[in-house]
């Protein structure tokens, strides 16, 4: 199977091809921002090494949340249950050709503390659980 829009083969029947998506990606580095500089890079660095559409993280303007609950106890603070109006834009179009919106999407929303650095902590620690129960 080949990405239309490259013509890159694909050999696991999906349309993710890493040069195109990471060239979108760098592409619209310059659109976004959270305002911390060393969690847009961690953020950026997930999306350049990703091999797949579930690979990397995506930063999400808080207009196009809808929070729907909100747990304060967590250990790493507030976290929040939220409907991500449109979803990520992953799905190719026969029609248009090109890559459209999934549509509504529920995420968890975690907020950044104060510090920067200790929020970076607490997603590399919990990356790092999602890794090693990937190679079990």
Known sequence: MADPQCQHTLSNGTL????????????????????????????RTTQLEANKVTDYLHFIPSGELTIETTYKNAEVGIVQIACWIGGPQDVWDDNTYAYKRRGDLKVAVQYISEDPDEFLQEVGKALDHLLLADMK
């Open 16 to 43: 993710w091809c890493k040069p195109c998506w990471r060239r979108h990606f760098v592409n619209n580095f310059n659109d976004w921002t959270t305002g911390h500089d060393n969690i847009d890079e961690f953020i």
